[in-house]
């Protein structure tokens, strides 16, 4: 199972259609650069609403920091539309008028992961963790770019790191179980996900994951019951099921 990617401040709406785009455009074009950049914000507006505003803020900005901001979240909105080329042309255009800028570099990595060019997208969360490292989320997912590369060891130690940040998450220790069970080390494994399941008891993919563990070592009724656990939280859970089935049924 891959280690899960985590990027709480963007939540988006649905994408609509592009021709709604078309229907805003002459209402909005009397708007101020402020105005645009509110609506480049605005979670409660349509995704082409935004997109639109964003594009028309940064052509309005007068001055770097405006029009970084603005292109930045642009960059967001097309990375969740799934136009993941114009993000990473946006997150670059961002890094040139403010290299210093930690998040463009964290949410371009994002985006090369995707994209399945994980060379840069380390190179990207490693320049992000120089710029800020303080900053969870930047070790958790450079270590996700590690697992996918196969490097494990560099996984386990940015999930580590990530954890002293902020152990009252239960996501790195989920991924750090998951790099030790990629590695064979199925005991360490379950003491991540026990770990884990503490902090997040309604998380079923944890269930599944140490009953999968518990499973390669041996441990029957120690897997079954983590299996019918992620059960109870979601009847139907076809991975639960499966294990379940793989134990000689419930």
């Known amino acids: 199972m891959r280690a899960r990617c985590h990027s709480p401040c963007f939540r988006l709406l649905p994408m609509l259609a592009a021709a709604w785009l078309v229907g805003v455009a002459t209402a909005a074009a009397a708007q101020t650069g402020a105005e645009q950049l509110a609506t480049c914000y605005a979670e409660g507006e349509p995704v082409a609403k935004r997109l639109a505003a964003c594009s028309r803020a940064i052509e309005q900005a007068t001055?770097?920091?405006?029009?970084?901001?603005?292109?930045?979240?642009?960059?967001?909105?097309?990375?969740?539309?799934?136009?993941?080329?114009?993000?990473?042309?946006?997150?670059?255009?961002?890094?040139?008028?403010?290299?210093?800028?930690?998040?463009?570099?964290f949410n371009r990595a994002n985006t090369y992961d995707q994209l399945g060019q994980h060379d840069l997208a380390i190179a990207d969360y490693t320049?992000?963790?120089?710029?800020?490292?303080?900053?969870?989320?930047?070790?958790?997912?450079?270590?996700?770019?590690y697992d996918a590369r196969g490097e494990h060891d560099l996984a386990i130690a940015d999930y580590t790191s990530a954890i002293k940040l902020e152990g009252a998450n239960a996501r790195p220790l989920y991924n750090r179980g998951l790099s030790f069970a990629n590695k064979g080390d199925f005991k360490q494994a379950i003491t991540d996900f026990s770990a884990a399941i503490k902090l997040a008891p309604a998380d079923i993919d944890l269930y599944v994951a140490r009953g999968a563990a518990h499973e390669e070592l041996g441990n029957g009724a120690a897997a079954r019951a983590d299996y019918r656990k992620a059960l109870e939280i979601e009847p139907g859970n076809e991975d639960a099921q499966e294990g379940l089935s793989r134990l000689g049924g419930n």
Do not use: M
Request: charged share 30%; glycine share 6%; proline share 5%.
């Open 127 to 145: 320049q992000a963790i120089k710029l800020d490292p303080t900053d969870p989320d930047f070790f958790n997912n450079r270590g996700q770019t």
């Open 63 to 105: 001055d770097n920091e405006t029009r970084a901001e603005a292109v930045l979240q642009r960059g967001v909105l097309q990375e969740f539309a799934g136009e993941r080329e114009a993000a990473v042309k946006d997150y670059t255009e961002v890094i040139k008028l403010d290299p210093g800028n930690a998040v463009a570099f």
